[in-house]
């Protein structure tokens, strides 16, 4: 019967998954495999059946299971053991006398004895080549070399951790998580390095483990050092265990009392928005808002943050009244008039007649030319007039482009009447340059 087997080689211990097609294998039994490297002992670590999906990468390392191990095979590994311990020890000697700023881990031999590997820890850069071949002299195999971290040497060496059991990545960890300082916050664990630190030197790996129970509270429960309404009284909380799910309180006479975490119980106060905590026991009715600001004592606080807000409300409503009610409002914004040319004096001009709207959207530029016109004819015939005094004493504007404010009386000057001849001489040019802005003149 097919199934996924789980194996664990004797090197640094990762996880590879296996669909074995005949052999019945059971967990924690011995195996002989053959590997991109060559043969070498592995450990069935569990089985599943084939329906159910497993995470295999694309690089199959296992290619095949032999056999279980048999009496002979585990014999012959007694003895690999052996020579494993002894090519340790002239390994080190040769590092030693080389004088390399390395430090020697393990060394492993296939189960062909095919390979010899050395695992080895360094701070910087190593160049093992004159080391490498002192090695194959002395032992006569293919030889390799594999540095690695500090934590894959906890993996691959083992130990005791500050709990007392075997270090995690040794025991069942397959890979390295990421693992900051903000799990230990999280945790409410001192930030102390030397208590937060496994004996690899980094962070401890169950930081990661447990971070998703402690996240779960999250959010549902007050802080250390927030207030909290129990029954008529006020106190503060002082710690939270959620492993057995207990809070600690302490009232203002120094008593102290543990509260399930099952009956606190809180809500924001809509209009400070701080948030307010109490313990209520199963069946109770949850108190009113009133009542828990009387406790806190933060009643007159909330009043007068109320009639703020009622007060900023109130003045929104009546910039909002007084926007909708004043004049023009809720009429239509009408076109901006044409401005007043000299002939028409303050009023409008003449109305458009029957048909000139729909000459001009066929032609859109047909009257832009004769509007143009008008406008140059009124400027050209203001500075043609005589200066006059202003009221306010200033100097009168000048036909050289010196520009003042305008006077009502400047506004709409009267037309000459005194020299025609210039003044259709000026009409004449404004015409010609209506047209070289606006469209070119017909030919034909």
Same mark, same amino acid.
């Given at each position: 019967?097919?199934?996924?087997?789980?194996?664990?080689?004797?090197?640094?211990?990762?996880?590879?998954?296996?669909?074995?097609?005949?052999?019945?294998?059971?967990?924690?039994?011995?195996?002989?495999?053959?590997?991109?490297?060559?043969?070498?002992?592995?450990?069935?670590?569990?089985?599943?059946?084939?329906?159910?999906?497993?995470?295999?990468?694309?690089?199959?390392?296992?290619?095949?299971?032999? !056999?279980?191990?048999?009496?002979?095979?585990?014999?012959?590994?007694?003895?690999?053991?052996?020579?494993?311990?002894?090519?340790?020890?002239?390994?080190?000697?040769?590092?030693?006398?080389?004088?390399?700023?390395?430090?020697?881990?393990?060394?492993?031999?296939?189960?062909?004895?095919?390979?010899?590997?050395?695992?080895?820890?360094?701070?910087?850069?190593?160049?093992?080549?004159?080391?490498? !071949?002192?090695?194959?002299?002395?032992?006569?195999?293919?030889?390799?070399?594999?540095?690695?971290?500090? !934590?894959?040497?906890?993996?691959?060496?083992?130990?005791?951790?500050?709990?007392?059991?075997?270090?995690?990545?040794?025991?069942?960890?397959?890979?390295?998580?990421?693992?900051?300082?903000?799990?230990?916050?999280?945790?409410?664990?001192?930030?102390?390095?030397?208590?937060?630190?496994?004996?690899?030197? !980094?962070?401890?790996?169950?930081?990661?483990?447990?971070?998703?129970?402690?996240?779960?509270?999250?959010?549902?429960?007050?802080?250390?050092?927030?207030?909290?309404?129990?029954?008529?009284?006020?106190?503060?909380?002082?710690?939270?265990?959620?492993?057995?799910?207990?809070?600690?309180?302490?009232?203002?006479?120094?008593?102290?009392?543990?509260?399930?975490?099952?009956?606190?119980?809180?809500?924001?106060?809509?209009?400070?928005?701080?948030?307010?905590?109490?313990?209520?026991?199963?069946?109770?009715?949850?108190?009113?808002?009133?009542?828990?600001?009387?406790?806190?004592?933060?009643?007159?606080?909330?009043?007068?943050?109320?009639?703020?807000?009622?007060?900023?409300?109130?003045?929104?409503?009546?910039?909002?009244?007084?926007?909708?009610?004043?004049?023009?409002?809720?009429?239509?914004?009408?076109?901006?008039?044409?401005?007043?040319?000299?002939?028409?004096?303050?009023?409008?001009?003449?109305?458009?007649?029957?048909?000139?709207?729909?000459?001009?959207?066929?032609?859109?530029?047909?009257?832009?030319?004769?509007?143009?016109?008008?406008?140059?004819?009124?400027?050209?015939?203001?500075?043609?007039?005589?200066?006059?005094?202003?009221?306010?004493?200033?100097?009168?504007?000048?036909?050289?482009?010196?520009?003042?404010?305008?006077?009502?009386?400047?506004?709409?000057?009267?037309?000459?009447?005194?020299?025609?001849?210039?003044?259709?001489?000026?009409?004449?040019?404004?015409?010609?340059?209506?047209?070289?802005?606006?469209?070119?003149?017909?030919?034909?």
């Amino acid at each position: 019967m097919s199934q996924f087997v789980a194996l664990r080689l004797r090197k640094l211990p990762v996880v590879h998954w296996f669909l074995e097609p005949n052999l019945e294998l059971e967990s924690t039994q011995k195996v002989l495999v053959r590997t991109q490297q060559g043969q070498e002992v592995a450990t069935v670590l569990r089985t599943r059946p084939t329906d159910v999906p497993v995470k295999r990468g694309d690089d199959q390392f296992v290619k095949e299971i032999l !056999r279980p191990l048999s009496p002979e095979d585990q014999q012959k590994l007694q003895e690999l053991c052996q020579k494993e311990r002894e090519a340790f020890l002239k390994a080190r000697a040769l590092v030693a006398q080389h004088k390399l700023d390395m430090k020697l881990l393990r060394a492993e031999y296939l189960f062909d004895q095919s390979r010899l590997l050395f695992y080895f820890k360094s701070e910087i850069k190593v160049d093992f080549r004159d080391l490498l !071949r002192s090695l194959g002299q002395a032992f006569r195999t293919r030889i390799e070399l594999r540095q690695i971290g500090v !934590r894959d040497e906890a993996k691959l060496l083992g130990g005791i951790g500050c709990c007392g059991k075997e270090v995690c990545c040794a025991q069942f960890m397959t890979s390295f998580g990421q693992v900051s300082t903000k799990m230990a916050k999280d945790q409410n664990l001192s930030l102390n390095p030397a208590k937060l630190s496994g004996i690899c030197g !980094r962070l401890l790996c169950c930081l990661a483990h447990e971070h998703e129970y402690y996240a779960s509270f999250h959010g549902k429960y007050p802080k250390l050092g927030a207030e909290i309404a129990i029954g008529s009284e006020k106190a503060k909380v002082m710690d939270i265990n959620f492993i057995t799910q207990k809070a600690l309180v302490g009232f203002l006479d120094r008593r102290k009392l543990f509260v399930p975490l099952a009956q606190i119980k809180g809500r924001k106060e809509p209009v400070t928005g701080r948030n307010l905590w109490w313990s209520q026991e199963e069946g109770q009715p949850e108190p009113d808002l009133d009542t828990l600001l009387a406790v806190y004592g933060i009643t007159e606080v909330v009043q007068k943050a109320r009639e703020a807000k009622e007060a900023k409300e109130a003045r929104k409503r009546e910039k909002r009244q007084e926007g909708a009610g004043g004049p023009g409002a809720g009429q239509p914004r009408s076109r901006r008039t044409a401005p007043a040319t000299a002939e028409g004096g303050e009023g409008a001009g003449p109305a458009p007649a029957a048909g000139a709207g729909e000459a001009a959207r066929r032609d859109p530029g047909a009257g832009a030319g004769d509007d143009r016109g008008d406008r140059d004819r009124a400027r050209v015939s203001s500075s043609r007039q005589p200066a006059q005094p202003s009221q306010a004493g200033r100097p009168p504007a000048t036909g050289d482009g010196q520009e003042r404010a305008a006077e009502p009386d400047d506004l709409f000057p009267a037309p000459e009447e005194d020299f025609p001849g210039e003044a259709a001489e000026d009409e004449a040019e404004v015409d010609l340059a209506g047209l070289e802005d606006d469209e070119e003149p017909d030919e034909n």
